[in-house]
């Protein structure tokens, strides 16, 4: 199940996913109205529509051109969606006139309110905040509601498991939920019927799934991502005031953001093209050079900033994996790249030397246990290698002698990447190709263990299987065969690498 989930949702970037989430929302609000099912009519939802969408990709192509950059047309569709979803509807002059403030404030705070080439605030609680400090406008957040809560809660999975964010939520639903259920029990509400009342009333699923999952205002490692959750659900379900302001939900969120940007990287990275080498006939590996020093751990990934004409719908921003080692001067990316490839790797691959790009984060949590004395299976699919060489590179500097096997499933032998750099290091490798093909000279810490990495190959292959901790890196479709058939030979312990795609 969860390798045919993932399959369907690896073929969608976040960006799209989200936003074919949002249309959704949109388009079931319009049909409840129609029905009479809402408290708003047809006419107030398309005004706010249409000045919440309006004033964002206004306030986003505004700032872009007095900054000279090119706005992301997605991210500005996602951030007015939101608005429109939260901000009190209107018909009046007055209430539309504020939700527009909500608007442009929401698509100029990603430039106003960043620092160094990342925005702090997520966008649509940030113009909520401000069209309510201004007194023109408030949050309703009138998306929490019993009729549109299925597809809410269905949407908010989707995103959280789609991000790896599922732990993430997990905290937050369980101090969220936990809290406003004390209270209302203590205000003499029997437990069922608070539930109910808080999935309904409140937009718990809402501002988890399609809120703090926003990657920019995330801080980069999962127990910090906890803390950021602890701290929202708290400020959300205590509902304080300052002075004559009500702290909802979209104070919560940007008192979170502030908490998450003092625990992650506070800068943009900025990199200069250094060159590239081709891996294999589909793959190859770019070479950066840091205006400063880059700190990561092995295993991390690192999302790259590309404004560019023609961009097609993944966007000019895209997450991959670092391959170099921390303690390398340059920064080294290692991806796919075939014909139908996006416009953004495009781009990329056609940087002139010392080409300038950015880096906007540096995050995530798939590096290896830090015991040395644990045994480790590292899984690559194809180009999922990359993370691991980041890894096997750190060793090697640091020159620690750990238990690796790597296994690597490939779909022909010319895709072996890393191939020589893997025989160097010494790396036990347990290579998988299709039956029927050539297969060429290994080196001598390698075996071909067949055509599929099912259980039976795998133990074959390594037999101490069931006492390694296990890492998966790869597509979607290949992190769910690989999880489901390590599993059936009786291991334990599995961590997936997040496929982001954005």
């Given at each position: 199940?969860t390798a045919?989930?993932d ?21 079931e609000?319009f ?9 708003y009519t047809p ?9 919440a969408?309006?004033?964002t ?13 090119r ?6 569709l ?6 429109f ?19 442009v ?9 960043a ?8 966008p649509a609680?940030?113009g909520?905040?401000v069209a309510?400090l201004l ?5 309703a ?6 009729y ?17 964010k ?6 937050f639903?369980v ?8 209270g209302?029990v203590q205000?003499?509400?029997a ?5 109910q ?11 988890l799934?399609?809120m ?8 980069p490692?999962?127990?910090q ?12 379900a205590l509902?304080?005031s ?20 003092l ?9 200069s093209?250094?060159g590239?080498?081709?891996l ?14 880059v700190r990561?751990?092995?295993g991390?990934?690192?999302e790259l ?12 921003r895209r997450?991959f994996?670092?391959t ?9 990316f ?11 790797k495009?781009a ?8 300038r790009i ?5 995050g995530?949590?798939?590096c ?19 993370p ?14 750990r ?7 490939v779909?022909?032998?010319r895709?072996?990447?890393?191939r020589?750099e ?5 790396t036990?490798v ?7 093909s ?5 080196p ?7 055509a ?9 292959a390594v037999?101490?299987l069931?006492?390694r901790?296990v ?6 479709a ?7 058939a ?9 961590r ?5 795609g954005?």
């Amino acid at each position: 199940m969860t390798a045919v989930l993932d399959g369907l949702l690896g073929r969608m970037t976040m960006y799209r996913l989200t936003l074919t989430l949002l249309l959704v929302l949109t388009a079931e609000a319009f049909v409840l109205s129609v029905a009479g099912l809402l408290a708003y009519t047809p006419a107030e939802l398309g005004g706010t529509l249409v000045a919440a969408v309006g004033g964002t990709i206004v306030g986003t192509r505004l700032m872009a051109l007095i900054l000279r950059l090119r706005p992301h047309s997605e991210s500005s569709l996602i951030t007015g969606l939101i608005v429109f979803l939260i901000m009190f509807p209107s018909s009046t002059a007055a209430g539309l006139g504020g939700i527009l403030v909500a608007g442009v404030a929401a698509g100029a705070s990603k430039f106003l309110l960043a620092f160094r080439g990342r925005h702090v605030f997520n966008p649509a609680a940030a113009g909520a905040v401000v069209a309510t400090l201004l007194g023109v406008g408030a949050a309703a957040w009138w998306v929490a509601n019993a009729y549109m809560l299925p597809v809410v809660a269905v949407g908010a999975a989707l995103l959280l498991y789609r991000t790896r964010k599922l732990s993430m939520g997990v905290v937050f639903l369980v101090v969220a939920l936990g809290l406003l259920l004390v209270g209302l029990v203590q205000g003499g509400m029997a437990p069922g019927a608070g539930l109910q009342l808080v999935l309904t009333s409140y937009p718990v699923l809402f501002l988890l799934g399609f809120m703090m999952t926003e990657p920019l205002t995330l801080p980069p490692l999962r127990r910090q991502q906890w803390l950021f959750a602890a701290v929202v659900a708290v400020v959300f379900a205590l509902q304080p005031s300052l002075g004559p302001v009500f702290l909802g939900p979209e104070f919560a969120l940007v008192i979170g953001n502030a908490v998450a940007f003092l625990m992650g990287q506070r800068r943009g990275v900025r990199l200069s093209f250094a060159g590239s080498r081709r891996l294999t006939p589909t793959s190859t590996e770019l070479v950066f050079a840091p205006a400063k020093p880059v700190r990561f751990r092995a295993g991390q990934y690192m999302e790259l900033s590309l404004p560019h004409r023609g961009a097609d719908g993944r966007g000019s921003r895209r997450v991959f994996s670092i391959t170099s080692a921390p303690q390398q001067d340059d920064v080294t990316f290692g991806l796919r790249t075939t014909e139908s490839g996006s416009s953004f790797k495009k781009a990329l691959l056609d940087l002139p030397r010392d080409a300038r790009i950015t880096g906007t984060l540096v995050g995530g949590d798939f590096c290896l246990p830090r015991d040395p004395s644990v045994p480790l299976l590292l899984a690559a699919g194809g180009i999922g290698v990359t993370p691991f060489i980041s890894q096997l590179r750190d060793l090697a500097a640091r020159g620690e002698v750990r238990d690796v096997v790597l296994v690597y499933v490939v779909r022909d032998a010319r895709e072996i990447a890393y191939r020589d750099e893997l025989a160097e290091l010494g790396t036990r490798v347990v290579l998988f190709l299709p039956a029927g093909s050539d297969v060429p000279p290994l080196p001598g810490a390698w075996t071909l263990a067949g055509a599929e990495p099912s259980a039976e190959n795998l133990l074959a292959a390594v037999p101490d299987l069931g006492g390694r901790t296990v890492l998966v890196s790869g597509s979607p479709a290949f992190i769910g065969g690989f999880r489901a058939a390590v599993r059936s030979a009786g291991v334990s312990r599995v961590r997936t690498d997040a496929f982001l795609g954005y």
